[in-house]
Each structure stands twice: as C-alpha cells, then as structure tokens.
C-alpha cells in the first residue's frame, strides 16, 4: 500500500538541491541554460507556484487557465514550427 502524500514547509530550504549548472551542462546545456533551470527550480522549491490561489473570481477575471492556454494556444504553435 502507498505512503500518503507528505507536506514541506516551504519557507525552509529544500533537503535536496536541485542538480548544479556545471551537471546540467554535462546534458548538453549551454551554461545560460543551465543557470536559467537552476534558477527556475529553486524558484519553485521556494513555493512560485503557491503565489496566488484560484478562486471563483479569477475566473471571472482570466477564465482560461494555464492547462487549458498551453491545450489551445501553445500546442498547436509547437507542432506547427
């Protein structure tokens, strides 16, 4: 049977890093890139995408979620390139 899922306080500092840009460019990465994914993910192991809950009224205000923009708009444009 599987574990229940666990909750982190998000205002401590992750128990892991993310890998470093040196391991990352070993991937192929230039070392912008690599720098640019490091930041991006301690931006989210730091809560980015805890910064505003949806509620009712933001769908009044952008009825279109993320999902749902990236369905419609940006999948068709990456297959079409």
């Known amino acids: 049977m599987a574990s229940p899922p666990t909750t982190r306080d998000l205002s401590s500092p992750p128990a892991t890093s993310p890998p470093s840009p040196p391991a990352s460019i070993g991937f192929g990465l230039s070392e912008g890139r690599a720098d640019g994914m490091l930041e991006m993910l301690l931006a989210k ?3 980015l995408d805890n910064g505003v809950a949806r509620t009712p009224r933001h769908a ?3 009825p279109t979620t993320f999902r749902q923009w990236c369905e419609d708009i940006l999948e068709p444009a990456v297959r079409a390139a």
Do not use: A, K, M, R
Request: aromatic letters at 0%; proline letters at 0%.
């Open 45 to 47: 192991e730091s809560g």
């Open 60 to 62: 009044i205000d952008t």
